[in-house]
């Protein structure tokens, strides 16, 4: 559980790195526990694509940029319906929103869909000790989660889950397969297998005369010809592609057809 950070006074938070190093810093976003895979995001704009991007579901993103949210949050930019990030670590949180197309602010999302986050820590010296050390677990615990004592908070992040052996594009796929129109003359028409797609990913294949019919990550390739696809797009997506046997025979029948096929990130790691 958690609840809604104070902006007069942040409680203070700590995060804890599976290899025992800690950061100390105040709490963002919700106040309370999380934990997951830490992974870093040197993008310097988009924070709220990559907070809605299915591909890091239960991760811990941290941002390398310093300064975090000064755009605000905005209807028109997800990439999803909801934030699919476990946790978010920033260095220096915008006070207030500054941009017109801002509804509200960062954190104010952040509370609402109940994401606990970290500020206030050097986050380019986590980035070069992840770079050093590679992919492990994290945890961030803010208010009275942070009282814990070290051992106590290390062994939270111990418990958690790896993320190698984990079959997550199940959690994430749509639930019934749609069509993104093409605009203008339709050209072509893919089928993209959904392993946790972003929207814009659809959108930007349309509006270059492309159909796009979105299946779920099950689809079979009998779905995948039923389209009448000139081509097969798998996303991008979470989890171990090690896991994705289901999708990589598929792949497998795809190219066996003489079918092209492309695909981006988890998509193309299955090739």
Known sequence: MSVRTPRAARP???????????????????????????????????????LTDPSYRRQVVVMTAPH????????DDDESSRIWVAGYVVRDPAIRPSSWRAVRSLEDELVARDVVGISGIDTRALTR?????????AGIFSGAAATGTPAELLGQVSEAPAMIGADLAGEVTTNE??????????RFTVAAVDLGIKAMTPQLMAARGIEVHVLPADATLADIQATGADGVFFSNG??????ADAQV??????????????GICFGNQLL
């Open 12 to 50: 203070a938070a700590v995060l804890v790195l599976e290899d025992g190093r800690t950061f100390h810093g105040q709490a963002y976003g919700a106040v309370g526990t999380t934990v997951g895979e830490i992974v870093f995001n040197t993008g310097m704009t988009g924070y709220q694509e990559t």
């Open 68 to 75: 975090i949210g000064n755009t605000g949050w905005t209807e």
């Open 129 to 137: 000790h992840l770079r050093e050390r590679g992919a492990m677990r």
């Open 177 to 186: 397969p749609y069509i993104v129109p093409a605009v203008g003359e339709k």
């Open 238 to 243: 979470p989890g171990d592609p090690a896991t």
């Open 249 to 262: 025979a598929v792949l497998r029948q795809v190219l066996d057809a003489g079918v092209p096929f492309f």
